[in-house]
């Protein structure tokens, strides 16, 4: 337990650099003995003081003298306009209280209205700007800025939003610069950080839910849009308004800007050093191992110290649960399929054991909570399906079989006929019923907060299955039936289903239309001639009556999609409406035939975009999420895909960003048309898309781009004792 001893005490100057070497070898080591687990260190909490000198000299020496070459620097604090005006390997964002300055392309400041604590204008910005910017900047460390309460009105748990969402970049590699503990009493932003570390509780630390957000403060977006004109010639992140000479005849107004508020705030810049999370199993030892790190050090225990009850209640039986049985690998292509041929179907079994044989050999299996799984009862299918269609589905196998094959081939009316990407053998029927029923064994698990989230590997798959007759593939509607169990039965008034199989999910919109309960969206190709066929899956379908606004279809019109094009969707549109529908249960029709080499999807997101997607939605509904497994039919990809999930819930560093995450000219294009849609929805309940407009003038100046390295401009002055800790700390931190 000595070992233990330097993580939770007051780092300072000539300590630094044995703190920051503790990260990465003994205490990951020590780490490792406790859970089966392998990550790495990649975040650090700093508490040197630092002169706006300081911190220049100190980033300058990390990018001159090691193999960094790319800084996002994220203030909360202050604007410090003149440390990086010549140098293109920061990205300098301040988002603080503080006259508006024009800047240049890498420096960036958007000063906040001291009327909104909640968040909304946070972020705003966050989703409108600065991620954007940051996922085409691609830095490779992360340098987050927080203050204390006295400089600032956000609430701290604003603040671990924010800094869950940064850790989507640089593989994870960040260094906090936050408040330190206060001597006469808690300190709420320095728990809210703790948190976003995962170090008050083991499980990995759930996030807190923000209130709804609504319309940020007409200062901020009027900043934020200011940003915008002046960037987006260099940005292409940044092209989802119009220029005044784009649309001639369009009915969005033009925003005229207004000068935001000068403020001034005092400046408090003391911070404290945390170590990774420790497996809960260990609970006692670690809580006695920092009381008496603490004792050591002459300060209060940690329990103490954030005045929150460390008890062993507060944590989970485990971060995640999994559901998986071999009984529904029975299901297999028996009858005719396509056109009366009996042609080979790319849904089949191997799709279950090889994504099963893929996270046994990565080691996560035994890191997960195994729900036993179930059949689903007729009442829970009615939630969803006509009495006469559940009748079907509780047939015996064989005769189920012989009905299905039956209604393909008769002529009997279409009311009645099965389409011909339908077929059944002796073990459809029983997979059917046990694939709906395990997804709502997991639903269960997590609402009674056993697990954290959780992962259905589930077939056959089920978005696209009608009230009353089954449809490309799916017989039972398994994410809709969850959703309903949740409403109905758990008592829930808000659940967010997010649909990212590159099929449109026509029975989930179908059941859930006038609905304003669930909130579904889908991501999907929305060509007319790709399946499924018809208008429905268009933009304008936004929901009715009560319903009104709560389905968001967002359907590319072209195939080659990429990660870039999946997260400025995200960014852009689905987590600002996520975030003011504030779900209470987010569950995932998670398809990976959008992926890469997929046979019928024909795009290109990578398992680290399905990663990121991922991580973003875990930040609502408190960490309630709930992935089920729809389409996807490369078995390599599909595989590799669901251990980067898994991996992402389990609470495991993302991967390093290949290269910078930017959305195609098409994709913009489609993702405005979604926007446009949802903004003249009559009744829309979205007051946070206040972003789609035209922007007056057009910037002045073009400079190069983010991914060209620029030589550091070497400080004139003397670099201090201080610096040189804090450069030798930023280059310490793990990246491996």
Known sequence: MAELSDQHGTASGSRMDRDFASMSSRNDRDFQERTPLTRTHRLGFCDTE????????????????????????????????????????????????????????????????????????????????????????????????VGSSSQTTLRPVVYEHSIRALRNLAGGKSLIFGPSADEDGPNEILVALHKAFGCL?????????????????????????????????????????????????????????????????????VCQQLDRPIASDTFGAVEAAIETAGAAAGKMSLADKFNVPLKRDLLLEARTCLVYDNLMTKHIQAGTFSSNKVSPCPEV??????????????????????????????????????????????????????????RKHRKISMRDRFPEDIWASLGTQPAILRAAGSLLNVVDTVLDNKALNGFALIRPPGHHAHHDYPAGFCFANNVAIAAKHAVVNRGLKRVLIVDWDVHHGDGSQETFYEDPRVCYISLHRGEKYFYPDGLAKGTRFTGKGAGSGFNINIPWQQEGMTDGDYVAAFLQLIMPVAYEFAPELVL??????????????????????????????????????????????NLEMISKCAVTVLKALLGYEPDVLPKPLVPSAAAVKDIKAALDAQIACQDSPWKSLQYRVILEGHPTETISSPAQKVPGTPSSSKTSRKASDLATALSSLDIE
């Open 349 to 406: 079994p191997g799709r279950l054991t090889s994504i099963y044989r893929h996270l046994v050999e990565a080691a996560l299996i035994g890191e997960c909570l195994i729900v036993d799984p179930r059949d689903v009862t007729a009442d829970e299918l009615m939630s969803v399906h006509s009495e006469r269609y559940v009748e079907l589905l509780h047939r015996k196998p064989a005769d189920f079989e012989a009905e299905v094959e039956r």
């Open 50 to 145: 630092s002169t706006d000198d300081t911190l220049k000299d100190s980033v300058l020496r990390l990018l001159d003298d090691g193999d960094t070459n790319r800084v996002l620097i994220v203030d909360f604090v202050r604007h410090r306009s003149d440390g990086y005006l010549d140098d293109d390997r920061v990205l300098y964002v301040s988002i603080a209280d503080g006259p508006h300055e024009a800047g240049k392309r890498q420096l960036v400041h958007i000063p906040l209205a001291r009327s909104n604590p909640e968040g909304s204008d946070v972020i705003s910005v966050f989703f409108q700007l600065l991620l954007p910017l940051a996922f085409e900047f691609n830095p490779e460390i992360v340098l987050v800025f």
């Open 201 to 269: 509780d083991t499980s990995g630390g759930p996030c807190q839910p923000l209130p709804a957000t609504s319309a940020a403060n007409q200062q901020t977006v009027n900043s934020v849009l200011d940003a915008i004109t002046r960037l987006r010639a260099d940005w292409k992140g940044l092209r989802f308004q119009d220029q005044e000479d784009d649309l001639t005849n369009s009915p969005l107004k033009t925003r005229k800007t207004t000068p935001a508020k000068k403020t001034t705030l005092p400046v408090h810049r």
């Open 588 to 633: 995932v029709s998670c398809g990976f035939d959008a992926a890469l080499g997929d046979p019928l999807g024909g795009c290109c997101v990578t398992e680290i975009g399905y990663g990121i997607m991922t991580r973003l939605l875990m930040n609502l509904a408190g960490g309630k999420v709930v992935l089920a497994l729809e389409g996807g039919y």
